[in-house]
């Protein structure tokens, strides 16, 4: 017997309604049973009855399934808010970091830079990078601090390193011309026991390629 096309829609309408739940329940499997042995005998009105049964089963289950799911959340809804709407105002406690500060004075700032730079194992980066630091603070730094970098600077061999930091320190004394010679006067030692030349003694004091004016030649 072949079963007309719209009771087969209508089982498989049924059987999308059941998914999961329904397909362990032991009356499902008793109705498919009915519908699998009518199917094969020809019995077409009890094949009808049992899919209109089994369609009727699936409705009730869902609808059973739906009722207890909003009865659910109903109660979980009803609880957040009756929780929320009496519950006590709670004050943030808020953390103070206390941080004592102990002002060092212009001795001690300069004595920790010398301590500094006079590491054994001092690195050209960190040579650089003090440097940097220091050409941008609003101070000119003292003699010994400027022989301590002129010594870091011959721990790693980095003369070049040498005479522009002269020249950083040079273009920061020109506030005051008196600085420039006080420094070098004071930086004599060192210069000489290194052997590094003033950025004057280097003649870059003078524009490039400088020329004697043919005026002054005679």
């Known amino acids: 017997m072949a079963v007309p096309e719209f009771y087969l829609y209508h089982l498989k309408f049924c059987l999308v309604l059941g998914n999961a739940p329904p397909f362990q329940h032991p009356d499902f499997n008793k109705k498919l049973k009915q519908i699998n042995r009518r199917f094969d005998t020809g019995n077409k009105p009890k094949l ?4 209109e049964s089994l369609q009727s089963f699936f409705f009730s289950s ?6 207890a799911v909003a009865n659910r959340l109903g109660t979980t809804v009803q609880a957040s808010v009756r929780s929320n709407l009496f519950a006590k105002p709670q004050t943030a406690a808020a953390t103070v ?4 500060y102990v002002p060092q004075s212009d001795e001690e700032f300069d004595d920790s830079c010398v301590t500094y730079l006079n590491r054994p194992n001092i690195t050209g980066w960190q040579i650089r990078s003090f440097i940097t630091h220091q050409h941008g603070e609003d101070l000119v730094p003292e003699p010994k601090v400027i022989s301590a970098v002129l010594q870091a600077c011959r721990k790693v061999n980095d003369y070049a390193l040498a005479v522009r930091y ?4 040079q273009e920061k004394a020109k506030a ?3 600085i420039w010679p006080y420094i070098v006067q004071e930086i004599r030692p060192t210069l000489d026991e290194l052997g590094v030349f003033t950025p ?7 524009p490039e390629l400088y020329l004697v004016d043919t005026e002054d030649i005679h």
């Open 62 to 67: 869902k609808v059973e399934m739906f009722r």
């Open 48 to 51: 009808v009855r049992t899919l």
């Open 176 to 178: 005051d011309t008196a």
């Open 200 to 206: 004057e003694e280097h003649g870059y004091d003078k």
């Open 166 to 169: 002269l020249e950083s320190v």
């Open 97 to 100: 970091r206390h941080v004592t």
